[in-house]
Every structure is written in structure tokens, then in C-alpha cells.
């Protein structure tokens, strides 16, 4: 799978957009990119994934460049719980199902 | 609809015991998964199953691990003779297969088990 490269960490203020990149320039094109948070030790939390168009939830945006070589997740609304620890994973499918897991950001909302 | 269970929580061996973990997948889901986390690491894949089949375990230890995923009844993950280094969070992950291109089959998260050898 393709390997990812995130910021180890990043603040936001309450209220504000977080903008949490991610870069994935070896990524194919059967390849998805999945966002997944942490919350202090709780179990991962699934937020949104995309193949190449972007994609939008309840929780977040998913923004993916045309070349499909970085992506970007908005958490529109920052509160004070999205402190968490956000993983970017990109997925090749048909190539066993193990998420490939690296440090990910550490986002720290401030109020 | 619940999501997935594990238990227990937390789970306190001393060495050389033996550690069951159970994980239950949410309703529907056929696709387990359980992954570990040491402290201050990112989570590391063990072993995929689905129902009475091992699909995956290229990330279990060649000794001591074993897991299974039977006909009826949760996952379990089993750590025999326990030692300090097994100390660590571990996490189920269920997921429901379409079998249809493109796959895109997400894996939801259980709280975990953490597990302390003394």
C-alpha cells in the first residue's frame, strides 16, 4: 500500500476550520484514502474515505487533488472533543484488507 | 445497532497466564480484525478473520498467538504464557464484505482491550 506522509501535529482554535493534509504521492489508482481518528486511547473512530472525488458527511470533507497525490481533511467546526489523533491510510483493496497505520497528526483544538 | 464489543476492557494477567480477549462484530458484519497498540505506537495489524477461516495473520507472533472466529460466538484472540512485552491495547475491527468492485469495505472499531502483565 501506499505510504503516507502527515504532519505530526497541528492546532486549531475552537469554531475554526482544521485543515489536516496529507500527502500520498505514490498512491494507484485502485487505491482508497481513509481518515481515521484516535481519541486519547479509545478505539479508532471512522470519519470518511474517497477513491477521487471529494467526499462530505456529518463529519467532515474529504478533498482530494486531481492527481490524487494528497488529499486534505476539514473539520468545518472545530470543537474542543475533535482533539484526536487523525490518521490518513490509503487502501489498495484487492490486495488484502489490513489497514497500514503510521503516526498520524496530533490535533490539538484550543479554545 | 450496536457497534462493536470487546471484552473485557481491561484485563490484568501475571506472567506466564493465559489472555482471552472477545471481540464481538457488529450486527451483519462477517470481517473481523484485531490490531495492537504499544504504548506511544500506532496501531499494528495481527490477524484477519472471517466466519471458521483465518483469511490473513501475517502480523501475529509465530508463538503464543492464536486467534479464532467461530460458527456462533464472538472472536477470540488468545495469548498464552503472557509477558511484559504483550502489555499493550488491542483492538477488534468488524467489517461487512459487498464482494462487488470497487470494494470499499470499512472497518469500525471496538474500544479495545488493554491488557497489563505484572
Known amino acids: 500500500d501506499a505510504k503516507t506522509t502527515q504532519p505530526t501535529s497541528m492546532d486549531c482554535a475552537e469554531g475554526r476550520a482544521a485543515n489536516l493534509p496529507c500527502n500520498h504521492s505514490t498512491i494507484s489508482g485502485n487505491e482508497y484514502v481513509y481518515w481515521y481518528r484516535q481519541i486519547h486511547s479509545q478505539g479508532p473512530q471512522y470519519i470518511i474515505h474517497g477513491l477521487k472525488n471529494n467526499e462530505t458527511n456529518e463529519m467532515a470533507s474529504l478533498i482530494i487533488t486531481e492527481d490524487r497525490k494528497s488529499s486534505t481533511l476539514i473539520l468545518p467546526h472545530a470543537t474542543l472533543r475533535d482533539t484526536a489523533v487523525y490518521y490518513c491510510i490509503v487502501r489498495a483493496l484487492n490486495r488484502g484488507r489490513k489497514l497500514i497505520w503510521g503516526l498520524g497528526t496530533s490535533l490539538a483544538v484550543n479554545p | 445497532n450496536a457497534g462493536v464489543m470487546q471484552n473485557p476492557r481491561h484485563l490484568v494477567r501475571r506472567r506466564g497466564q493465559e489472555a482471552r480477549l472477545r471481540c464481538s462484530p457488529m450486527k451483519g458484519h462477517s470481517h473481523v480484525y484485531w490490531y495492537r497498540q504499544l504504548p506511544e505506537e500506532g496501531l499494528k495489524f495481527m490477524v484477519y478473520l472471517q466466519k471458521e477461516n483465518i483469511i490473513d495473520e501475517s502480523g501475529m507472533p509465530k508463538e503464543r498467538f492464536s486467534a479464532e472466529f467461530p460458527k456462533e460466538g464472538p472472536s477470540i484472540l488468545r495469548i498464552q504464557q503472557v509477558v511484559r512485552g504483550d502489555s499493550a491495547a488491542y483492538f477488534c475491527?468488524?467489517?461487512?464484505?459487498?464482494?462487488?468492485?470497487?470494494?470499499?469495505?470499512?472497518?469500525?472499531f471496538g474500544p479495545g482491550t488493554r491488557l497489563t502483565v505484572l
Open positions: 475491527a468488524s467489517s461487512s464484505f459487498s464482494g462487488r468492485l470497487p470494494i470499499a469495505d470499512t472497518q469500525y
